[in-house]
């Protein structure tokens, strides 16, 4: 082969090489409540969150509380009577089931900031988790994760989207 053709076939593979794909700037991840935390619980996580999701009890609690998830209005996060119910087939469920531990996962819908999206769902998390210590869930069994606007239910612009993306989410984990 020609040395010339040799040195332009190495030149560009390393030209091809340099070309791949840019790394995004790393994120600041969900806000996380640990209620052991001092500084009042709220702090910014990886997506490495420690939480084990446990999908067997996942589906054991939607069958019978009957849902995991409780919907919101817009820039809302109390509970109506609907998501009253559901939390509190919930609370019956985890209360029957003692070794589990949940994480209330607060969402927004697209609209709006991240800084206002990621406050809102964790106001939504927390709306859903001071109603099921009401009901007798101690404090120390859940967590509070607020992904705002960052894990859609629905994908969509139009308000069909946005009403299945205004949510908290009670996922069983260990």
């Given at each position: 082969?020609?040395?010339?053709?040799?040195?332009?076939?190495?030149?560009?593979?390393?030209?091809?090489?340099?070309?791949?794909?840019?790394?995004?700037?790393?994120?600041?991840?969900?806000?996380?409540t640990d209620p052991n935390a001092?500084?009042?619980?709220?702090?910014?996580?990886?997506?490495?969150?420690?939480?084990?999701?446990?999908?067997?009890?996942?589906?054991?609690?939607?069958?019978?509380?009957?849902?995991?998830?409780?919907?919101?209005?817009?820039?809302?996060?109390?509970?109506?009577?609907?998501?009253?119910?559901?939390?509190?087939?919930?609370?019956?469920?985890?209360?029957?089931?003692?070794?589990?531990?949940?994480?209330?996962?607060?969402?927004?819908?697209?609209?709006?900031?991240?800084?206002?999206?990621?406050?809102?769902?964790?106001?939504?998390?927390?709306?859903?988790?001071?109603?099921?210590?009401?009901?007798?869930?101690?404090?120390?069994?859940?967590?509070?994760?607020?992904?705002?606007?960052?894990?859609?239910?629905?994908?969509?612009?139009?308000?069909?989207?946005?009403?299945?993306?205004?949510?908290?989410?009670?996922?069983?984990?260990?």
């Open positions: 082969m020609n040395k010339s053709i040799l040195i332009g076939m190495t030149g560009l593979a390393l030209a091809l090489g340099a070309c791949g794909k840019k790394v995004p700037p790393a994120d600041t991840g969900p806000l996380v001092a500084n009042g619980g709220a702090t910014n996580v990886d997506d490495s969150v420690d939480l084990v999701e446990l999908p067997g009890m996942q589906a054991d609690l939607v069958a019978k509380a009957g849902s995991d998830t409780v919907y919101f209005g817009t820039d809302e996060y109390a509970l109506d009577q609907a998501s009253r119910a559901t939390l509190a087939a919930q609370a019956r469920w985890m209360l029957a089931n003692p070794s589990v531990k949940g994480s209330i996962e607060g969402h927004a819908d697209e609209r709006g900031t991240r800084e206002y999206n990621l406050a809102l769902g964790e106001r939504r998390a927390n709306s859903a988790k001071e109603f099921l210590i009401a009901n007798g869930v101690p404090a120390a069994r859940l967590t509070v994760i607020s992904w705002g606007k960052e894990r859609p239910a629905a994908m969509g612009s139009d308000e069909s989207a946005w009403a299945q993306n205004r949510r908290a989410v009670t996922v069983v984990v260990r």
